[in-house]
């Protein structure tokens, strides 16, 4: 199974697609109740938050994990650059949490915008994953109070079913390794010295 992540500033949007690429489940995790965004208290907050809605500490069932990275864009002017680092801080707070809680074959896979969704405007690309879902994955779907986490939850099913399409392509399969598979990896590379 496959576990999709879209962060943002209000939360996260979360997806469960099955190994044929169904969509099982759709939600939206807010973000914590007390939260700070200058504070220290950051990851501790995301932490239990994230405890919470996996029921961790059990080991997660996925198989995959794929989550969507940030960047700034050189060519392109952000109006809120620091937004696009707590993002970042936020991506790498939960894929080192969640990673804990997979198995050691699973693999882990961040995604930069553009590489998994080009240049599409997120509502253009949210409606199309809408229309692409069938009546009963629709009904598998949260419905959030706030009709932006919708649309988060709706960009984590694109990312999902994205990364599942590349599943099927053979040339993943050489491209991303497993945690174990890394760990071999690095354990045969001479020491720096």
């Not at 990275?69 to 937004?83: A, V």
């Not at 801080?89 to 050691?104: I, K, N, R, S």
Request: proline share 5%; hydrophobic share 35%.
């Amino acid at each position: 199974m496959i576990l999709a992540i879209d962060p943002g500033l209000k939360g996260l949007g979360c997806a469960e697609i099955t190994k044929d690429g169904k969509l099982r489940r759709g939600w939206f995790i807010r973000r914590p109740s007390n939260y700070k965004t200058g504070s220290w208290s950051f990851v501790e907050q995301w932490i239990a938050t994230l405890n919470r809605s996996f029921g961790l500490p059990l080991m997660l069932p996925y198989r995959h994990f794929v989550i969507e990275g940030q960047y700034l864009s050189t060519r392109q002017w952000h109006q809120r650059p620091e937004d696009i680092l707590r993002l970042s801080f936020l991506t790498g707070t939960v894929t080192g949490h969640l990673a804990a809680y997979l198995d050691e074959e699973s693999r882990i896979h961040v995604a930069l915008p553009r590489s998994w969704k080009g240049t599409v405007p997120a509502k253009v690309m949210q409606q199309r994953i809408y229309g692409k879902l069938t009546p009963g994955e629709i009904d598998r779907l949260e419905q959030p109070g706030q009709r932006q986490w919708y649309g988060d939850i709706l960009t984590a099913c694109a990312l999902g079913k994205w990364y599942y399409g590349r599943l099927e392509d053979k040339a993943l399969q050489l491209e991303d390794h497993s945690r174990a598979q890394l760990r071999r990896k690095w354990a045969k590379q001479e020491p720096a010295s």
